[in-house]
């Protein structure tokens, strides 16, 4: 059995615990260090060399982007932030993390986060050169999903995709018109809609 060697970073120890306690259920990894602040993490990434690292945003001194700014990107491990808040999504994405999970983590997700963790793992040494290929495309502009392909994933068999998306922005509630969106791409359990010169964050329910 492959063993996945993972990190912990999150300033708060009950949050790093409740973690521990979860993936102890989980076979194949392995939990060889924990951070409790951004320094101690790019420390532990660079000597212990992690495949995984669930990694806490809001933390004192660096945070969790902070932390990736700092490692090496030919030996970046797969990167699963947790943290409380959804607010970070779009820059996670930027900073290509595998998943984005919200606390209080549930087991579902979390399980869930693990499969494609896992499914990365199999799949990387056969897809590097397709993955160059495609940052080469998203820098020409070419690498983006259309809006009808990744809309009809989450309407009814009914519609191919509806004319008005509803997101829910704090209380408030944005209508927008499929015809506005540029184009939009998707992380774990979010999506980025980009229309114009703005930018909303969908969660799929």
Excluded at 21 to 46: F, K, S, T, Y
Aim: net charge positive; with cysteine; proline share 5%.
């Amino acid at each position: 059995m492959t063993r996945i060697r993972t990190l912990l970073v999150d300033d708060e120890r009950l949050a790093r615990r409740g973690l521990e306690l979860r993936l102890a259920a989980a076979p194949d990894v392995e939990i060889v260090g924990e951070c409790e602040n951004g320094r101690q993490a790019v420390e532990q990434a660079l000597s212990l060399a992690p495949d995984l690292m669930f990694l806490d945003i809001q933390m004192p001194g660096l945070s969790g982007f902070d932390v990736l700014a700092r490692l090496p990107q030919d030996s970046m491990p797969v990167v699963v932030f947790v943290t409380a808040f959804d607010r970070y999504a779009i820059d996670a994405f930027e900073a290509r993390a595998l998943d984005y999970l919200l606390k209080p983590v549930e087991d579902a997700r979390l399980e869930h986060a693990l499969a494609r963790v896992r499914q990365h793992s199999m799949s990387a040494p056969r897809s590097a050169a397709r993955a160059h290929a495609r940052a080469a495309r998203r820098r020409a502009g070419r690498g983006r999903a259309r809006p009808e392909m990744l809309l009809a994933r989450i309407t009814t068999p009914a519609s191919r995709f509806p004319e008005v998306l509803a997101i829910r922005t704090g209380r408030e509630v944005v209508r927008l018109r499929s015809a506005e969106i540029d184009w939009i791409d998707a992380a774990g359990d979010y999506m980025c809609v980009h229309a114009g010169n703005a930018t909303h964050v969908l969660r799929a329910r």
